[in-house]
């Protein structure tokens, strides 16, 4: 029986950095030498004398110490110490190696087995191989029992092992991990890593930038893993805030600052692989421990919700604890409840990636327009709009560039970004589901269009003034500071229906070019306990994501005055209120309650409330102005109509009024006639009808006749 080759074809071997392809080939020497000494004997030719090992170990101890002094990697060594393999273990190892890189060790293992289609190591051939060094043959189980290091991190696979060794154990043959052997190899393409790890590019962005206060939070954390890894403390890291689904590669470079790689992995392919849970974790712990990686775990919320699997708790928890780090992605903080679902000796810390500030976005607006060089609206204020789009880094970027498409495919404007394209960008960027909760209302309308007293024709600019410069008075003037309740605007309309509320809501709107939500009541109040509290937190979540102007219509069902406690749902009635005493005053954004009995709100509303604003029913000159605005230019009118007449008679809101004026032009249009006093009094009286008033002709006994002819028509 021959040996393998003294000359190994390394010619044909995967590619290998110097100092690793000279450590493997010494490795290769020494387990050489050790399998010729095995099977001169198994032959009857045995050689004279102990084998001297000597020489070739001494060559690979010194090949490991000048690496280390240089700090140069080996991966062999490092496979030893990472998973504290033996001597015996990496004699394995390379048994499973050596015929992927010499076809002669794959010649022997044939001979072995009496089959030259078995080019592959066994257990009992591995006996037979590493006798001259093997001690005793209990060691050699002892290195295949599935808890012990090479089967156990899986750097070997064994067809049919199972959770105890068993009879057959030397029949079984073994192989090395395909991710294992390009690791040995230092291959340039080391395939894909275990269950869908990514590794994580550490190069920041240049087009767009997280935060300053961000990037402060993440050295702050950098400090307390560099003081507390080295001790032997293990970290989960609880990574939150607006920013969090952009800051992988700052993430990445701070994990760099420590010495590591950054390896990302979606929770879904942690929880839900097809592997077993235990092996599921282990893989993903061995690549990371291989290649220095540290772990971001994206959407780890999913690990912390109540239907997760057993299966996926354990995997969950196996990977914490063999890691001295992970960082969870969160949408939300983790609560106190699922915190202490932790395994117990992991230390929590809280990170906040929150947006830019206000001067930041503004910087980041105009550098990103800058550099588009395309012409802008004059008026465009990148400081108005980063104040009104709580915006991250990337959706700033994301936002220019959906408005320099949207100017771009104009039919006019010559590519000339407004502010208009500005805003639409800025609103597509949020993700937002408030259209579940609530109804999306266009701006529309203008200043001039309102019918409304002097006085709260004042207030409603001032609300606007109020929004546009706030980051000057709360910010720059140190208002901020003494502020009770927040840096919200929240505005009461009081007024019956059909007086401008939602106009004015509308116009407000596009005034701030903000996006206008009108809440669905319905969606919002539920009789079960607990719900309406739930949906209301939906809606003034998603508002602060999407920066939208909230409005509820018709508010006393939520604003009420909180009842006196004579049951339980009375009780949880006033739970709800104080709830949403909290939500108003945490919100950042705009806040508008129409309401219809102003006397009704809860006194604590009251005073939290930026503005209360009438909008009263309109008296006789202001129906003859909303008379007049509802008519346009071009519509055909008869002379004779008696619009001051019409205003004296018609005791209708400016909504109601709309409606005659327009009903009134659809008759005339059947009767192929201008629109004149008997069109206008028909529909006079059926606006009256849906209102439920009565409409008496006796107080119209100027147009007596002409009522008498619509009713019979």
């Not at 110097?18 to 030719?45: C, F, K, Q, W």
């Not at 003494?482 to 106009?503: E, I, R």
Request: negative net charge; glycine residues 8%; contains cysteine.
């Amino acid at each position: 029986m021959n040996a393998p080759e003294t000359s190994p074809r390394l010619d044909e071997m995967p590619s290998a950095p110097g100092p690793a392809r000279a450590h493997l080939e010494a490795e290769l020497a020494r387990l050489r030498a050790i399998v010729r000494r095995a099977t001169a004997e198994d032959s009857g030719a045995a050689e004279r004398g102990p084998l001297d090992l000597t020489a070739l170990q001494d060559a690979i101890r010194q090949q490991v110490d000048a690496a280390d002094s240089a700090g140069l990697r080996l991966p062999l060594a490092q496979l030893a110490r990472t998973f504290h393999l033996s001597r015996l273990d990496l004699d394995l190892l390379l048994l499973a190696l050596a015929p992927l890189l010499d076809p002669s060790f794959g010649e022997t293992y044939a001979r072995l087995l009496g089959d030259p289609r078995r080019t592959y190591p066994t257990v009992d051939s591995a006996r037979t191989l590493l006798a001259p060094v093997l001690g005793d043959a209990g060691d050699l189980i002892e290195a295949f029992h599935p808890e012990a290091p090479l089967l156990r991190w899986e750097l070997l696979a064994m067809e049919g092992v199972r959770d105890t060794v068993s009879s057959d154990l030397y029949l079984r043959p073994f192989f090395i991990d395909l991710e294992i052997l390009h690791f040995i190899m230092a291959s340039d393409h080391p395939g894909p890593f275990a269950e869908g790890l990514a590794l994580v590019a550490p190069e920041v962005p240049e087009d767009y930038r997280l935060g300053s206060a961000a990037v402060r939070a993440l050295g702050t954390l950098c400090g307390r893993l560099k003081e507390g890894v080295p001790q032997g403390f293990r970290f989960a890291v609880e990574v939150h805030g607006p920013a969090v689904g952009e800051a992988l590669p700052w993430l990445a470079a701070a994990t760099g600052t420590l010495g590591l790689q950054l390896f990302s992995l979606e929770a879904g392919r942690l929880l839900e692989g097809t592997t077993p849970p235990e092996r599921r974790a282990r893989r993903i712990t061995r690549t990371l421990a291989l290649e220095r990686g540290a772990l971001v775990l994206r959407g780890a919320d999913r690990c912390f919700a109540e239907d997760a699997s057993a299966g996926a708790r354990r995997v969950f928890a196996e990977v914490l604890g063999e890691l001295p780090f992970v960082y969870l992605l969160l949408e939300k903080p983790l609560s106190a409840g699922r915190r202490r679902t932790l395994p117990e000796a992991l230390r929590s810390l809280e990170v906040e990636l929150g947006l830019p500030g206000p001067e930041e976005r503004a910087q980041a607006l105009t550098q990103t327009l800058g550099a588009l060089a395309v012409p802008v609206d004059p008026d465009l204020d990148p400081a108005a709009l980063a104040d009104a789009f709580n915006l991250t880094g990337m959706q700033l970027r994301d936002a220019v560039l959906a408005a320099h498409e949207r100017a771009r495919t104009r039919p006019r404007g010559g590519g000339r970004i407004s502010r208009q394209d500005l805003v639409a960008g800025a609103f597509a960027q949020t993700e937002h589901r408030l259209g579940q909760l609530a109804r999306r209302i266009e701006p529309g309308s203008t200043w001039e269009d309102l019918v409304l007293p002097e006085s709260s024709v004042r207030q409603l600019r001032l609300l606007c003034v109020h929004r546009q410069q706030r980051r000057h008075v709360l910010e720059q003037w140190g208002f901020g500071e003494k502020v009770l309740y927040g840096g919200g605007t929240h505005a009461l309309f009081s007024g019956p229906p059909g007086t401008g509320k939602t106009m004015a809501a509308r116009i407000i709107a596009g005034a701030l070019g903000l996006p206008l939500f009108a809440v669905d009541l319905a969606s919002v109040v539920s009789k079960y306990i607990g719900e309406t509290e739930k949906s209301l937190g939906q809606v003034f979540d998603e508002a602060a994501r999407s920066n939208a102007i909230l409005f509820f219509d018709e508010a006393d069902a939520l604003f009420a005055k909180r009842t006196e406690v004579k049951g339980s749902h009375d009780r949880y009635a006033n739970l709800e209120t104080g709830y949403l005493l909290q939500r108003m005053e945490q919100h950042e954004g705009i806040t508008l309650l129409a309401s219809n009995m102003r006397d009704n709100l809860d006194a604590a509303f009251a005073r939290r409330l930026s503005f209360i604003i009438d909008f009263p029913f309109p008296d006789v000159g202001r129906r003859r102005q909303l008379l007049d605005k509802f008519v346009p230019r071009a519509a055909p009118v008869d002379g004779r109509v008696d619009w001051h007449y019409l205003a004296e008679k018609l005791e209708l809101s400016g909504g109601s009024l709309r409606n005659v004026v327009l009903d009134a032009a659809f008759q005339a249009v059947d009767r192929g006639t201008s629109i004149d006093m008997r069109a206008l009094l028909s529909a006079a009286r059926r606006e009256y009808g849906k209102l439920g008033r009565a409409f008496l002709t006796g107080d119209f006994q100027e147009y007596a006749e002409l009522l008498t002819e619509s009713a019979e028509r």
